[in-house]
């Protein structure tokens, strides 16, 4: 049996917190604006909280979370952060009504008790901030050494599919970069790969913006060139020194799985049974869309069992069910640990998740991550690392193995690469380039291109090979850079992973369908203002600026004008 007094193994977790950037100030109420208020009050929220509650109790936590560009933007613009409180303070007003509608039930009148202060502690956290208050409290924990923040592409685009146009991916990267340090005053060192997609070359241009670690799917670790027999359990080295993670894929299923993964358990509480379904009440009115009955995030039952019957949710039997699972999870690292000492010295446990499974999705979750770190506090077994810690001991070996070698020889030189390889359980290194991979159904981007979804693609490269063309060749022609640098944002917007994505499951698939048609026709007209091919339409160009207004500091010939070696 393993012996606790002696740590032999990193339990990486890493939260991808993201969502389409998605604003309308044309109408006072949106439906898909909800998507962003959803995720701060069931996600960001709760799981800030539970990162606070370890500070109080002074129990060590270590958590690399990617912020997204585009999440960022809607974080620090205040028409959305008005609309946050307003979104709190409307549900706190129909609880108050919730609350003396159920007095007296012992069923139901415990959960609007729960939910009201609930919401009154979100309220109180967000009102004089808004967004920015979240901003400010992953930098607390980042400044104190908790979090590891990393950046991703601009619009969290697919760039496998941008492969033709590789000025229009480092535009995405750069872009992603600067406004990473805009808002947040960090230099990213790494970065979350959109979809975890992934294809030869994208290293280099990682390496050339000074990012030197991300993360993919198992099979692109497992199946790189060189095989590496460590698998997706120690990081490999790419041809341009970037530090490549591989997720793994059994405390992933632990978590995720429908079938085998935590959030299906019954005492859990049931995400389809909303108040904004089952309750027709006149005091719910202000809770929908017109006459569109829609998710409210007031949720009264536990998921019970298959059929209709269901429970009255209780947060506290949940909250204790999920402390359970958090030791549970924490026994099977150890146990997996003790496993892979057999094989790799220092073994590396990846976990990749979407953060909206925490709070949304799984309502427990931030209640069970909390209890993991707890219980990982009090072995010396396995304990939680931060991706930035890994890849800076890693790049920090391959210099020190490197370092036998003075005469200039490339690091794959046959010499050195079967010193290290033959080795690499023992020193932790082994170089390899990534096999060309993704996440999601299949694991090689069919979820981001097929036949869904493929005739976006055409008309994107059409866009992007114009606006290259005009910043290299053209731009003595621009008349009015304004409106250039404009059609750059609307194509970076049309470029997002989110839209192929819906198309594909079906999803909002008209919200995105107006999504992707917006932006391409507004880059189209605004390339052929920009170089007097048509008329100035000054009306028309202040809208599309106050709709689509993120990425300021944005210029057009700068990123795309710049040759690509």
Known sequence: MYDKNNITGKWLPVLHFHLPFVRHPESSKYLEEEWYFEAVTETYLPLLESFDNLENDNVDFNLTISLTPTLLSMMNDDLLSERLKDYIRVRLKVLDEEAFRTEGDPEFHPVTLFYRQRYKNWYEKIKSGGGKYLIGEFLKHFDKGRLDIITSAATHAFLISMVGEPEAITAQIEVGIQT??????????????????????????????????????????????????NGCFSPIITPFNVVMFGRDPESSRQVWSSKEGYPGTPVYREFYRDVGFDLDLPHLTPLRHGSLKTFTGLKYYAITGQGNYKDAYRPSAAKRQAYEHGA?????????TEYLKEFIDEPVVVSMYDAELFGHWWFEGPWWLEAVFRRMGENNFVKPAKAIDIADKTIYKLNGLLKRYENGDSIFSA???????????????????????????????????????????????????????????GYNRVKYPEVLNQAARELILAQSSDWPFMLTTGQAVSYAERRIKAHMVRAKKCILMAVGEEPLDKDWFKDISNKDNLFPGLNAIGLYGKDIC
């Open 180 to 229: 990473h340090e805009n808002i947040l005053g960090i230099t990213p060192r790494g970065i979350w790969l959109p979809e975890c997609g992934y294809t030869e070359g994208l290293d280099a241009i990682l390496n050339k913006y000074g990012i030197y670690y991300t993360f993919l799917d198992r099979h692109g670790i497992d199946s790189a060139n060189p095989n590496p027999v």
């Open 328 to 336: 549970q999870f924490v026994y099977h690292r150890e146990l997996q």
């Open 415 to 473: 010499d050195i690469l079967e010193e290290i390889n033959k080795n690499n359980a023992k020193n932790g290194v082994f170089i390899a380039q990534p096999a060309t991979s993704s996440w999601g159904g299949g694991g090689y981007a069919e979820v981001w291109l097929n036949g869904k979804n493929d005739l976006i693609q055409p008309f994107l490269s059409d866009l992007s090979v114009k606006l290259i063309d005009i910043c290299k060749k």
